[in-house]
């Protein structure tokens, strides 16, 4: 396999020099088609469910750019991807807030984007990376029969195993390609980040978990790649009784909108 290094352009204002986001894979898709989204499902675990949510990051963003968004999280605690039914999360329920009006008989998807986070190194687990391939494949199949898009979360390294970066990137893109769904760098956010700014810590002192920073970074990489505009400018400083300093915020808003632009080639 021909190795692929991903540059940072000189103009890149966190560093001010080249850098290389830590994959040598390329990501097939690099946009979804819709920037217009007004609903998600988020699936996940603890990496997503922590400090009240990155729903709610994401709905802070959405809410100060007044852009209409509603979500719900489904997560569960040490939860792998086999641990999900898609099926019934994307099933109507009697009563369900998210099942929408029919059109011409036909009903539309309930969310129009639904986030697949796995366990936190489930694509590189030896034991568990093919339980992540076989699931990973059968829920984006899930999510596009009911009319949805998937997108794919990268999960980051382990504070004190900042190796594992490059081969969760590595594995994640490899298993979307493989279903031609676009991944969300996080993992990539995460060591972009920490190779500037170490002092601003994205870890629980489990050395897994994501920080309030951590959480808001989450948050901003999702809200850049949904509507495909920068979280860079916004006073929202986090969920939860967690707000972070304005500096923090701000510093963190550039690191999710500048690995956005990296990783999928996208122009200002």
Known sequence: MRKIIWTVASAFILSGAANALETDV????????????????YVGNSYSFY????????????????????ARLQTISSGKLSF?????????????????????????????????????TEPINP??????????????????????????????????KPEQTRHLANA??????ASDAIVLPVGLAFAESLKKRPDLILHQ?????PTAAGSYLYGAMIYGLLFKKSPEGFKFLGECEKPLKPADAKYLQQVAWNVLKEFYGWKD
Not at 145 to 154: A, D, L, R
């Open 84 to 120: 999900h039914n898609l099926q019934e999360y994307l099933t109507p329920h009697e009563g369900d807030p998210y099942v929408k009006e029919s059109k011409d008989g036909k009903t539309p998807p309930m969310f129009d984007v639904v986030l697949l986070q796995a366990l936190s």
């Open 172 to 177: 994640t893109i490899e298993a979307a390609n």
């Open 205 to 209: 002192k489990d050395k897994s978990h």
């Open 51 to 70: 400090n009240c949510g990155v729903h709610g990051y994401v709905r802070g963003f959405a809410k100060e750019s007044k852009t209409p968004w509603k």
């Open 26 to 41: 390329a990501p097939k898709i690099t946009d979804i088609q819709n920037h217009q989204p007004s609903t998600a499902l």
């Open 127 to 160: 034991k568990l990376a093919p339980n992540f391939k076989k699931y990973l494949k059968q829920h984006i199949e899930t999510i596009r029969e009911h009319g949805s898009t998937p997108i794919v979360v990268m999960t980051w390294a382990r504070q004190d």
